[in-house]
């Protein structure tokens, strides 16, 4: 093992090994963006509108005859937060199951967008939405109710999905 990092270090120049181009470097970087004008959002007055890959949070498709969701259950088990609860419920409408139950807890989401990719339904998609603020933790577990968002309102992101999957 040791001889192999001495033949790295072997392969290194001089100047290399003393890192002194390299600090130089990130020092132009630094002074560089020092001399550029400053950007600032000021925020409250001033939104932002993300652009359609933007990932915010995971809500619902809902349409014109209810849910997307057919409650499979793949959304649950790829999250690495553990952060999505489903249960299934049976129907005599087209689909065969819904959910009865789906609760994401907001404060475990990492934002990883899992769930959007592994639904066979694009029943999950991640949002425009990015002001989360909860007032105590059990705001922050939402239910299907808040979770349902138009279809109209997620165009712009299911066609940056289409367009990249």
Same mark, same amino acid.
């Given at each position: 093992? %040791?001889?192999?990092? %001495?033949?790295?270090?072997?392969?290194?120049?001089?100047?290399?090994?003393?890192?002194?181009?390299?600090?130089?470097?990130?020092?132009?970087?630094?002074?560089?963006?020092?001399?550029?004008?400053?950007?600032?959002?000021?925020?409250?007055?001033?939104?932002?509108?993300?652009?359609?890959?933007?990932?915010?949070?995971?809500?619902?498709?809902?349409?014109?005859?209810?849910?997307?969701?057919?409650?499979?259950?793949?959304?649950?088990?790829?999250?690495?937060?553990?952060?999505?609860?489903?249960?299934?419920?049976?129907?005599?409408?087209?689909?065969?199951?819904?959910?009865?139950?789906?609760?994401?807890?907001?404060?475990?989401?990492?934002?990883?967008?899992?769930?959007?990719?592994?639904?066979?339904?694009?029943?999950?998609?991640?949002?425009?939405?990015?002001?989360?603020?909860?007032?105590?933790?059990?705001?922050?577990? =939402?239910?299907?109710?808040?979770?349902?968002?138009?279809?109209?309102? =997620?165009?712009?992101?299911?066609?940056?999905?289409?367009?990249?999957?």
């Amino acid at each position: 093992m %040791n001889r192999i990092k %001495n033949t790295e270090l072997e392969r290194l120049t001089f100047w290399q090994k003393i890192y002194l181009p390299e600090i130089v470097r990130g020092m132009g970087i630094t002074l560089k963006q020092v001399f550029e004008p400053k950007f600032t959002r000021q925020y409250p007055e001033e939104k932002w509108t993300p652009e359609g890959s933007y990932r915010g949070r995971p809500v619902l498709v809902e349409e014109e005859d209810g849910e997307r969701c057919v409650a499979c259950g793949l959304c649950s088990r790829v999250c690495p937060a553990l952060a999505i609860e489903v249960q299934a419920g049976e129907t005599d409408r087209n689909k065969e199951r819904y959910p009865v139950k789906f609760e994401i807890n907001m404060l475990r989401c990492i934002f990883c967008g899992f769930c959007e990719e592994v639904c066979p339904e694009e029943a999950i998609v991640m949002s425009k939405d990015y002001h989360l603020v909860f007032q105590s933790q059990e705001d922050a577990i =939402l239910g299907k109710e808040k979770l349902l968002v138009p279809i109209s309102k =997620l165009r712009d992101r299911l066609e940056f999905l289409r367009q990249y999957k």
